[in-house]
């Protein structure tokens, strides 16, 4: 079935250092892919996504792309600062529906 | 456009009783769906609906039922309320934008059963 691996945490890192948070997706067809992040107290905002092979999805500074052959959609971040510090989901949906499927998320703290 | 919006934001349950979440979607969102987050867990999907009708469902037991109305708002229930319902509820609305669905969230409704 359709499934999403990602790392597990948590991660904690200075402010200023890169980010890493991978992610490896199992899908039958052909899937769209997303990272969804998720402050305290709140539900999950789309942070990006992209919907086919080689796409490069990016917003504030994150950026992820669509690897067909390794099956990733890893997420990077060149300088984090301490307002990223969240919870991180890769998610997947298959192009049929709207059936999401999330990763078990990736708690993130950036410390000064 | 306003966000998704979920009511209640906090409730407090005993065990065995019922209870009826709501959610808002974005206004232009036919589709909502359903999910349940607990520290073990994760998010779990629940189910979906699409213009009134149940399109997808997960993996829980018939306790938990949902609907949406005409003018596309959705309610889920659990009824018999066990320890582990404890969880915080999120409601996502989509829409279909290029060749995928993206899902929007609301804020969640956190449950206690206790």
């Known amino acids: 079935g359709d499934s999403v691996t990602q790392m597990e945490g948590p991660v904690t890192l200075s402010e200023e250092a890169f980010l890493t948070i991978n992610c490896t997706y199992t899908?039958?067809?052909?899937?769209?892919l997303f990272w969804y992040v998720q402050y305290p107290g709140e539900g999950l905002q789309l942070l990006l996504k992209a919907t086919k092979a080689d796409d490069k999805g990016s917003n504030k500074g994150f950026e992820a792309t669509y690897r067909k052959e390794t099956t990733s959609f890893h997420l990077e971040k060149g300088s984090v600062q301490v307002s990223d510090s969240a919870v991180y989901f890769c998610?997947?949906?298959?192009?049929?529906?709207?059936?999401?499927?999330f990763g078990t998320g990736t708690s993130l703290t950036v410390i000064p | 456009k306003a966000g998704v919006t979920q009511t209640p934001r906090y409730l407090i349950k005993t065990r065995g009783q019922q209870v009826t979440l709501s959610c808002s979607p974005i206004s232009g969102h036919r589709s909502v769906s359903w999910y349940q987050q607990t520290p073990g867990q994760g998010l779990q999907f629940l189910f979906e609906?699409?213009?009134?009708?149940?399109?997808n469902k997960g993996n829980f037991p018939g306790r938990f039922s949902g609907r949406q109305f005409s003018n596309s708002r959705s309610e889920m229930n659990v009824s018999t309320l066990e320890l582990g319902d404890s969880a915080l509820y999120l409601c996502a609305s989509s829409i279909m934008s290029g060749y995928s669905y993206e899902q929007y969230f609301g804020p969640g409704t956190r449950l206690t059963v206790t």
């Open positions: 899908a039958t067809g052909y899937p769209s």
């Open positions: 609906y699409f213009s009134e009708t149940q399109r």
């Open positions: 998610a997947l949906s298959v192009l049929t529906g709207n059936q999401f499927y």
